[in-house]
C-alpha cells in the first residue's frame, strides 16, 4: 500500500462526455503527477501539479486539464472524450523536501475509464 | 511520446530460475528506477537506482544503473510464482518530483 488513493476506480463515459477523476497524495508528499496507461503500453506523463499549479505537461491536449487542492489532492479533468482517452489513469505522489535519497513516486491503484 | 525500450514484450521461465531484463534509451537519465504492475493495480517501486554504475540489490533483486546513462538492467534470481506481472522501467532527467518516461513493459510468466 503507497497510501495513494483514487476515486473512483471504474468508469465508462460516451464520446464528448466530460470526466473528472480524483486522486489523494500520501501523507507528506506536495506534489501530484497524472500518467495515462493505454492497454500494452508503459504510463504517459500527463502534467504535475505542485503548490496548487501546474508544473510541467507532457504531450496532451488542453482538453485534459487539472487542479490541486491545500490538502495537495488534486483531480484530473478531461473534456469531450474521445474513444483513443480509454485508458488506465494513475497518479503518482511524491515530495520535494528531498528529505531521503529513497525520495520517489509512489502510485495510486488507477481509475479505468472506458469511452464508448 | 518517448518511450524507453524494452524487450522482448514476454518472457516465460521456470519456478527457481534466473531471469534478467533490460532497458535503454537514446538519451540519458540521471535516476533509473524499476517498477511491478500486477493486473488491475498501480505500477510498485522495485528498485531506484541514482548514480551511474551503481548497483542496488532488494531481496532477490539486482538492478543496475549503466555506465552510459542510457541503459539499466534487472535480475530476478530463483523466481517464484508471485514474481509473475508487468515490469517497467522508468527514467528520470531530474529530482524525485520530475517526470517519469517509462518503457513499454516485459510481461513474466513463471510456470511452477
Known amino acids: 500500500e503507497t497510501g495513494v488513493t483514487q476515486s473512483p476506480t471504474h468508469l465508462i463515459k460516451t464520446r464528448g462526455q466530460q470526466v473528472t477523476l480524483r486522486c489523494s497524495s500520501q501523507?507528506?508528499?506536495?506534489?501530484v503527477s497524472w500518467y495515462q496507461q493505454a492497454l500494452g503500453q508503459g504510463p504517459q506523463f500527463i502534467f504535475q501539479y505542485y503548490r496548487e499549479e501546474e508544473n510541467g505537461r507532457g504531450n496532451f491536449p488542453p482538453r485534459f486539464s487539472g487542479l490541486q487542492f491545500p490538502n495537495y489532492s488534486s483531480e484530473l479533468n478531461v473534456n469531450a472524450l474521445e474513444l483513443d482517452d480509454s485508458a488506465l489513469y494513475l497518479c503518482?505522489?511524491?515530495?520535494?523536501?528531498?528529505?531521503?535519497?529513497?525520495?520517489?513516486?509512489?502510485f495510486g491503484p488507477g481509475t479505468r475509464l472506458l469511452v464508448l | 511520446g518517448q518511450q524507453l525500450n524494452q524487450s522482448p514484450q514476454s518472457m516465460f521461465i521456470q519456478e527457481g530460475e534466473d531471469v534478467s531484463m533490460n532497458c535503454t534509451s537514446s538519451s540519458i537519465f540521471n535516476t533509473w528506477l524499476w517498477y511491478k504492475q500486477d493486473p488491475g493495480e498501480g505500477p510498485v517501486l522495485l528498485i531506484a537506482?541514482?548514480?551511474?554504475?551503481e548497483l542496488t540489490s532488494n531481496g532477490r533483486l539486482t538492478a543496475q544503473f549503466g555506465i552510459t546513462r542510457k541503459d539499466s538492467f534487472l535480475n530476478i534470481s530463483a523466481s517464484i510464482p508471485s514474481d509473475v506481472g508487468i515490469y517497467f522501467c522508468?527514467?528520470?532527467?531530474?529530482?524525485?518530483?520530475?517526470?517519469?518516461?517509462f518503457g513499454k513493459g516485459i510481461t513474466l510468466s513463471v510456470r511452477p
Open positions: 501523507s507528506g508528499h506536495n506534489t
Open positions: 522508468a527514467g528520470q532527467l531530474g529530482g524525485a518530483n520530475s517526470k517519469l518516461t
Open positions: 503518482a505522489s511524491s515530495s520535494d523536501r528531498g528529505l531521503s535519497r529513497q525520495e520517489t513516486q509512489y
Open positions: 537506482l541514482y548514480k551511474a554504475g
